[in-house]
C-alpha cells in the first residue's frame, strides 16, 4: 500500500506539507505507522500542485525513495500551493517500477493518487491512453475519460465489478479535494487554514479524524461533505 495525502487551503510549501512532518509523507516513506500491507514506500513518489493563482496542474515524480532526492529537498520549501496531492508508492508485485508509474496521475486537468490495488484487465480503458501500465494509471484513465468529478461513482462501479480491489483515492481540479476510503485507512485534519487528508495522521495532533470505510469525502473552501460508498451491483 502506497500512502498519499492532500492539502486545500491557504498556500503552504510543499516542504511543510510533504517533507517537515514528524509522521509526515517523507517518514511514511520508511516508516509508516499505519499500513497494512507493505513495510516501506520506496519505489518512487511524486508531488502535484498547483501554483497560487494557476489553474495548471505541475507534478515531480521519480522512480527512487523520497529520502534519497536532495534536489526535491532543497527545491520544495520554496515551491508554494493552496492545493496539493503527494504519495509515496510501494509498487504491487508486478506492476512496473518507474516515474510514471507513481502517483500523482494526470485525468482531465485534474491530479489523481490511488492507494491500493484493482485487476487491471476489469478496466474497460485502453492501455493507450494511460500514462503506466500499472493499474493505478489505468485506474487514472478511467476516471479521465468517465470525468473525474465522478469519482465516487466509478469507486462504487470498480469495486462492484472486483470485490478484491482496494480504492483509496485523491482527486483534486485545484478548487476542491475529493477522496475515497475503500480497503485502507484516511484521516482528515481541519485546521484554521485549511484541510489534510492524509492516508495516516502527520503527527499526534488530537484533531485527527479517522474517515470510516467505503466514504467519499468532498473538500471545497466552503466545507466539507463526507458520503457513504457502496458497491454498484
Ligand atoms: N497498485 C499501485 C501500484 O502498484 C498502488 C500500490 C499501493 O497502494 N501500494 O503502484
Known sequence: MCRHL??????RSIASLVLERPHGLLQQSYAPRRQRRGTVNADGWGVGFFAPGSAVPRRWRSAGPLWSDASFASVAPVLDSGCAIAAVRSATVGMPVEASAAAPFL???????HNGVVDRTLLDVPAA???SACDSALLAAL?????????????????GRDPAARLNVLATDGRRVLATTWGDTLSLLRLEDGLVLASEPWDDDPRWEDVPDRHLVEATPDGLAVTQLAAAP
Open 129 to 131: 491512453t494511460a500514462e
Open 143 to 159: 476516471l479521465a475519460r468517465r470525468g473525474p468529478q465522478r469519482l465516487g461513482e466509478v469507486v462504487a462501479e470498480v469495486g
Open 6 to 11: 492532500a492539502w486545500l487551503g491557504r498556500p
Open 107 to 113: 485525468a482531465d486537468g485534474w491530479l489523481v493518487s
